[in-house]
């Protein structure tokens, strides 16, 4: 069968499976739309945090982004990983007893301030919304590139799938179509990396084939190491930022990690809070198993890309290089006409460019893989993309319906408030659809910076909810706007206003926007215990509400 | 709310931070430590096909965080039934 053939098979069966387990797990009560009842097994919610967790951008660019940056990549390894260790140690456990929907509710409660719940409202729905876009720009391009739709109409099925169920089923739904969507997307993902570690190293599993020997007995490390330094490029296994730079990026990630809404929430659906721990670990495992492959197919693809290139005379080229100039993600050119492609760091002489998405999206025709593996890969994509903008637009309809309209209005009935979650949740898929189709300029920018935000903003006045009783809610409040705006000029002034001085020597203490968000969280914590210190502190009810959280005895039972 | 006598939650609540504070340590070593600052010295040593620096900071410190977590889950089981305040 042709790839176009299988591609809609793939994809078209996928679907049909998410809409199927979306009718059959529709949501009935807030709590279940919320929440899915709190009554997710550990395992299941560990799987549909991975999926939730893994974007279209960790399954599609993160190897490629590895494959060019080489060491420097690290920091998205280490980041987008070692966040958990800090979720499951830190948040997820405490935030489960204190048993209630959203990260604003417990901001709201421990903090006593309806002020403090706004201020957290506003960090939640900011955060998820630039996250969101990039979601809904990524379903299209993955609908455009392997199912031959303009990227708009690929933005518009997106969005009637993701409707479907976000709006119907709510956290419940989405949890267990997250399930499915984890095994489409990790099995998609590891059947090419495995075939590439054969054929390249002789051992199916990649994680030890990055360690592995080519056929000719040199380590591919090493190898990749020298072919790089003839090219004059830096030493694919050393780095080019500063050790500052790298540090604070990574620490950015990884405290933004635990700062996001929608993996936060992930940890109030399970019944227990021993399964709120446990669950964070299987989350990690899963996560893991991606992340660690991720690197191999980094080394594998720049190995392969440049082997099968460099020097190479032009009409001698693999045919997907062809197949993929069409599409414009490869461009060769011969500039200096000696009818052989090089490879070099110049850009006034370098004939090859290739697109960091390449590595992942070309990988089974780089194998010579048959036709369903692209199939596979493209249906894997499309999992990965659905799966995030699913679990983001869920923390937008309840920020709305439950944060902010429940917050004014009380007395609201059950069914009333199930009716304005899923109309915002309707509306939250309108707006990201609407910025997938026309992206704001900065959307694709502004998605990195969400994790120093979360770093800057949320992150610390959880903590110091949980493990300080001093903290008050002047300390929080200035705590958190000292972080975010703090945080949102650095990026806005480099990045918008004076993008010329992007530079490292203009940069505080050598730390790029990308890390700046750790910076912003320690001036949220400094801030926030100075302020704390200077006014009275959190009255008694409060000072209790915070034993309470601490011991797991008492966690609400799953509901009906 | 359970009727803990108050000695005992203090206790249990220091046992637990005791706990953090030695996971989050190798967690901080792993990643921060051998990844990043005192990577250019144990890439000087071989793991097999891997400088040992780049390793941990591309596949030996994700085992480790899930390591880590596992270890966590494991010792908080314990203390909760230790100081009788598990779940049923």
Redesign the interface.
């Known amino acids: 069968m042709e790839i176009l053939t299988w591609t809609y098979l793939l994809v078209g069966v996928s679907f049909a499976v998410y809409i199927g387990i979306a009718i059959w797990t529709r949501a009935g009560s807030t709590k279940e739309f919320y929440v899915a009842g709190g009554g997710v097994s550990p395992l299941a919610n560990g799987m549909a945090t991975a999926a939730d967790w893994m974007s279209a951008a960790s399954f599609i660019s993160m190897a490629g982004l590895?494959s060019f940056a080489g060491?420097d990549?690290?920091v998205y390894?280490?980041g987008w990983?070692?966040g958990?260790?800090?979720l499951?140690?830190?948040l997820a456990?405490y935030l489960r007893k204190f048993g209630k929907f959203t990260v604003p509710d417990f901001v709201g409660d421990r903090y006593y301030s309806k002020t403090a719940k706004i201020v957290a409202v506003i960090c939640a729905l900011f955060i998820s919304f630039t996250y969101v876009a990039g979601q809904m720009r990524g379903v299209g391009i993955v609908f455009s590139r392997y199912l031959e739709v303009p990227i708009e109409w690929g933005v518009v099925i997106g969005m009637c799938i993701v409707f479907f169920y976000a709006v119907l089923g709510g956290m419940k739904g989405i949890t267990y179509t997250q399930v499915a969507q984890y095994c489409v997307l990790i099995f998609a993902y590891m059947v090419p990396a495995i075939f590439i570690s054969m054929q390249l190293t002789g051992n199916p599993i990649p994680?030890l084939g990055?360690?592995?020997?080519l056929e000719e007995g040199t380590?591919?490390?090493?190898k990749l190491d020298g072919v790089l330094a003839d090219l004059g490029f830096a030493e694919y296994?050393?780095?080019r930022k500063s050790?500052t730079d790298?540090?604070m990026i990574?620490?950015a990630l990884?405290v933004g990690t635990a700062g996001l809404p929608h993996v936060i929430v992930r940890f109030f659906t399970v019944p227990?809070?021993?399964d709120a721990?446990?669950s964070?670990?299987y989350a990690?495992?899963f996560i893991?198993i991606l992340?660690?492959t991720a690197?191999a197919v980094a080394a594998f693809g720049i190995y392969n890309a440049i082997n099968s290139t460099s020097e190479k005379r032009m009409d001698e080229l693999p045919t997907w290089i062809a197949t993929w100039q069409k599409t414009d993600l490869i461009q060769v050119e011969d500039k200096n006409g000696d009818g052989k492609v090089q490879y070099l760091p110049d850009p006034e002489t370098n004939e090859l460019n290739i697109d960091r998405d390449i590595m992942v999206l070309a990988s089974p025709e780089i194998a010579k893989l048959p036709n369903w593996v692209v199939g596979l890969v493209a249906a894997g994509a499309m999992a990965a993309a659905l799966s995030t903008a699913a679990g983001l637009l869920l923390v937008i309809s309840t920020s709305v319906s439950r944060d902010l309209v429940k917050t004014y209005n009380p007395g609201i009935t059950e069914k009333k408030e199930l009716r304005i979650a899923r109309i915002a949740a309707a509306g939250a898929v309108i707006l990201a659809g609407y910025f997938g189709v026309n992206p704001p300029g900065f959307v694709a920018q502004v998605v990195a910076f969400a994790f120093g935000l979360a770093a800057a903003s949320f992150f610390p006045v959880i903590i110091m909810g949980i493990f300080s009783s001093r903290i008050n809610k002047e300390g929080a409040i200035a705590g958190m706007l000292t972080g975010l705006v703090f945080t949102l000029g650095y990026i806005i002034y480099f990045k918008f206003i004076s993008p010329e001085l992007n530079t490292s020597e203009h940069w505080w203490f050598g730390i790029s926007p990308e890390g700046i968000g750790s910076l912003g969280m320690i001036l949220n914590f400094l801030i926030c215990i100075l302020v704390s210190s200077l006014t009275p502190p959190p009255p008694q009810d409060v000072q209790e509400m915070i034993?309470?959280i601490?011991?797991?005895?008492?966690?609400g039972k799953p509901t009906h | 709310m359970p009727s803990q006598p108050k000695i005992n939650t203090k206790r249990y609540w220091r046992k637990n931070l005791q706990t953090l504070l030695i996971l989050l340590f190798f967690w901080f070593l792993v990643s921060f430590g051998f990844g990043i600052l005192w990577v250019e010295e144990l890439n000087q040593i071989r793991l097999g096909g891997f400088k040992l620096g780049f390793w941990f900071a591309q596949q030996g410190s994700i085992y480790a965080f899930v390591v880590l977590i596992f270890i966590y889950v494991y010792r908080m089981n314990r203390l909760d039934k230790e100081f009788d305040v598990n779940e049923e």
């Open positions: 590895i060491y990549g690290s390894l280490m990983t070692g958990y260790v800090l499951a140690l830190l456990p994680q990055l360690g592995g020997e380590y591919l490390l090493d296994t050393s780095g050790m790298i540090f990574t620490l990884m227990r809070v021993k721990r446990l964070a670990g990690l495992v893991a992340y660690t690197p034993e309470e601490r011991i797991p005895r008492g966690a």
